[in-house]
C-alpha cells in the first residue's frame, strides 16, 4: 500500500473514532454532572 | 487474501481532482442523506420518541460520527473483498467495482464465490447480515410512515403498519418480474439521489424560511451542552439552500446530456413519476382531514 493511502487511513480513524470518542466523552460527563 | 491491499489502496488513495467534479459531491450527499436517514421522515419520528430535554446539538454529532465511522470501517471490508475478486479473476479493482444494488446482489455473491474453503458458508453468512440489516432498515422506513398515520388519523398500531406493508408488497411486486433488477436500479436511484436532495431542499426551506429560526435555536441552545451561534441560521437559509439547489440542478443537466446508466428515456422517467407519486400521495395525505385536527 502506498504512503498515502495509509495517511489517509490514519487520518479517517483519528478523525471519525477520535470526534466520536470525544463527544461520547462529553455525552457522559454531562449526564454524570 | 491476495489482492486486497490493491483493494484497499483504491479505496484509500486519494485523487483530489475529483472534489472539482459535482457527480462526486452529489454521490456523496445521496449516500450520507441514507446513511443517516435524512429527508425520509425516519429522523422527525425517532426524534419525536426522544425525552424533551434531551441534548439535540450533542446527540447529533454522535450519530453523524458514529454513522460515517461505521461506514469507514465497514469499507476495509468490502474493497478487501473486491481486491481479492480482481485478483482471482485477473481483473483490476475498477472493473469489479459497482454501486448500490449490482455491489450487493452481483459482484459480492460472485466474490464470495471465489473465496477458498467454505464459499456457500461465507456467503450464507452474507446474506444473513444482509437480510438482518434490510429489515433493521425497513423498521426505521415503516416506522417513518405509520407513526404519521397514527398521529393523523389516530388509528392503532396494527392497522397502520399492516396498511403500509401491504401497500409496500403490493408495490415491490414490480421487482419481482424478470426486469425487476432494472426496475430497483432506477428507481432506487431516482428516489436516493434527486428524491432525498430534492426533499431536504423543501425541508430546509420550510424550516429555514417560514419558522421561526432564532426560536429553535434558543431551544437547541437551551437543552444542549453545545451551543450553536447565528451561523447556524445563516447555514441553513443560505448555504445549504444554495448547495442542495446547485448540485440538484447540474445533475439534473448532466442526466438529459446523458441518461442514467445507459437506460432509455422512457424508463427513467419512471423514476420521475415514482417521485412525482409519493409528493402526490403525501399532499393528498396531508390534505385531508386528521382526527386530531379541531
Known amino acids: ?33 | 487474501m491476495p489482492g486486497a491491499l490493491d483493494g484497499l489502496e483504491w479505496y484509500l488513495r486519494p485523487d483530489f481532482s475529483k472534489l472539482g467534479d459535482y457527480k462526486i459531491w452529489i454521490a456523496a450527499f445521496g449516500q450520507i442523506f441514507f446513511s443517516l436517514s435524512l429527508a425520509m421522515g425516519i429522523m422527525i419520528a425517532y426524534g419525536s420518541y426522544l425525552p424533551e430535554k434531551s441534548d439535540i446539538a450533542n446527540n447529533s454529532f454522535i450519530v453523524g460520527l458514529a454513522d460515517s465511522a461505521f461506514s469507514f470501517l465497514i469499507g476495509f471490508a468490502v474493497f478487501g473483498t473486491l481486491g481479492y475478486m480482481a485478483f482471482a479473476t485477473n481483473t483490476s479493482v475498477q472493473e469489479v467495482v459497482a454501486g448500490g444494488v449490482g455491489l450487493a446482489f452481483v459482484v459480492f455473491p460472485q466474490a464470495l464465490n471465489l473465496i477458498p474453503g467454505f464459499p456457500n458458508l461465507v456467503a450464507a453468512i452474507f446474506f444473513l447480515t444482509l437480510i438482518i440489516a434490510g429489515l433493521t432498515s425497513s423498521i426505521s422506513l415503516v416506522e417513518s410512515v405509520t407513526s404519521s398515520l397514527m398521529d393523523k388519523f389516530k388509528i392503532s398500531r396494527t392497522r397502520a403498519v399492516n396498511t403500509v406493508f401491504a401497500l409496500g408488497f403490493l408495490g415491490s411486486l414490480v421487482y419481482t418480474t424478470t426486469a425487476g433488477l432494472y426496475w430497483l436500479d432506477i428507481i432506487d436511484h431516482f428516489i436516493n439521489y434527486y428524491g432525498l436532495v430534492l426533499v431536504a431542499l423543501l425541508e430546509v426551506i420550510a424550516v429555514a424560511w417560514f419558522f421561526n429560526l432564532p426560536s429553535l435555536r434558543d431551544h437547541i441552545n437551551t437543552i444542549s451542552e453545545i451551543k450553536i451561534g447565528r451561523w447556524w441560521d445563516w447555514s441553513l437559509k443560505y448555504a445549504t439552500v444554495a448547495v442542495l439547489a446547485s448540485l440538484l440542478i447540474l445533475d439534473i443537466w448532466g442526466n438529459l446530456q446523458k441518461p442514467y446508466g445507459d437506460y432509455s428515456i422512457d424508463a427513467l422517467c419512471v423514476g420521475i413519476l415514482v417521485i412525482l407519486l409519493g409528493m402526490l400521495v403525501s399532499a393528498v395525505i396531508t390534505a385531508r382531514r386528521g382526527k386530531d385536527v379541531a
Do not use: P, Q, V, W
Open chain 1, 1 to 33: 500500500m502506498s504512503l498515502e493511502a495509509i495517511a489517509f487511513a490514519i487520518f479517517g480513524f483519528l478523525i471519525l473514532y477520535g470526534g466520536l470518542a470525544y463527544f461520547l466523552y462529553r455525552a457522559i460527563k454531562a449526564r454524570s454532572s
